[in-house]
């Protein structure tokens, strides 16, 4: 169920992603605070941002900067919603 959970928010932090929301995923610096702080987005669980992160840092190693964070966020946006699909059936059915 925590993984569930997990892929959940993971899907809601992707479903942000439409239009210019993509800013959500960038850190605060000292010339400005991330959005990830903003009031509208505390309820993302920092867990999905990490996965983010990870992907993101696995892929430029294996791959190097061929590979856009544009890239990266759609083909996850796609599995999650594709994960969560299938968990929602198999526990329907289950």
Do not use: W, Y
């Not at 800013?23 to 702080?37: F, I, Y």
């Not at 987005?41 to 856009?68: E, Y």
Request: proline residues 4%; aromatic residues 2%.
């Amino acid at each position: 169920m925590a993984k569930l959970n997990l892929l959940r928010s993971l899907k809601k932090i992707l479903a942000k992603l439409q239009g210019c929301d993509g800013s959500v995923l960038l850190d605060g610096s000292a010339s400005g605070p991330s959005e990830k702080n903003a009031p509208p987005n505390l309820s993302l669980r920092p867990q999905a941002f990490k996965i983010m992160n990870d992907l993101r840092s696995r892929i430029h190693k294996a791959c190097g900067d061929v590979v856009s964070c544009a890239d990266i966020t759609a083909l996850a946006a796609r599995d999650a919603v594709l994960l969560v699909s299938l968990s929602s059936i198999f526990h329907k059915h289950g």
